[in-house]
C-alpha cells in the first residue's frame, strides 16, 4: 500500500467530513474534518503539544491524525476500493 492509496482515500473522505459543527445535541461534541475534540485533545497530549480548539485544527494536522488513528489500523494493507 503507497503513500498514494492514503492521500486517495484522505482526499475521497474528508469532502464528506465537512468543516467545523458543534451541534449540542451531538454527544461527540466540537468536531471539525470528521474529529473530535477529544480525538484531537488526545493527539495534542500524545505529541506534547497543548490543546487547542478543533476549530483550528491544521489540514496537515487532519492528516496526520487519519492516517495514525484511522488508515493505518483499519485502511492500510487492504486492497482498493475496500481501503477507503
Known amino acids: ?11 475521497f473522505t474528508l469532502p464528506w467530513e465537512g468543516g467545523y459543527v458543534n451541534d449540542p ?23 506534547k503539544l497543548p490543546v487547542a480548539p478543533v476549530q483550528g485544527i491544521t489540514p496537515e494536522t487532519v492528516a496526520a491524525i487519519y492516517e495514525q488513528k484511522y488508515w493505518m489500523p483499519c485502511g492500510h494493507g487492504l486492497p482498493a476500493p475496500l481501503d477507503l
Open 25 to 47: 445535541a451531538d454527544p461527540g461534541g466540537a468536531t471539525n474534518k470528521g474529529i473530535t475534540q477529544a480525538v484531537y485533545s488526545d493527539w495534542l497530549i500524545s505529541h
Open 1 to 11: 500500500m503507497s503513500d498514494d492509496r492514503f492521500a486517495a482515500a484522505l482526499a
